[in-house]
């Protein structure tokens, strides 16, 4: 077992509230993501339809990664609405990383509703090469 095998449940666990009632709204929204991994780094992929960069919020602490936001869907003006599979509703992640992250060097792009995270390793977690005198 490696340890990345052993961080991945901590990576996925998600909470359902965004915290104690009345400090922010519920958000019951789980967007769909998946991680990846390299010796440098993990790879972060979520899917966010209708998301717009001022819509997304991103914040990396010890030991949390969270990632908060609403979609930006409107009516079009003279239809209704007879069937939608999508929300407006807000969504919250949170992704415990065990501070294996290097926070500094944490990347983050999003095009077509797809956000794109690249999280470095910290330096204590890669791949070294001993040398043998």
Known sequence: MNLFSQIIPRLSRNVASAGPAGSEPEFTLK??????????????TVFLPGVARDGLDITAEEGVL????????????????????????????????????????????????????????????????ISVD
């Open 31 to 44: 967007p769909v993501h998946e991680v990846k991994e390299t010796p440098e780094a993990w790879g972060l």
């Open 66 to 129: 969270t990632l908060l936001g609403r979609p930006a869907w409107q009516q079009p003006v003279g239809w209704t609405v007879l069937y939608r599979e999508s929300s407006a509703a807000p969504f919250l992640l949170k992704l415990e990383h065990d501070n294996a992250l290097d926070l500094d060097r944490i990347q983050a792009e999003l095009k077509d509703g797809v956000l794109h995270l690249t999280l470095p390793k910290a330096e204590a977690l890669k791949p070294r090469k």
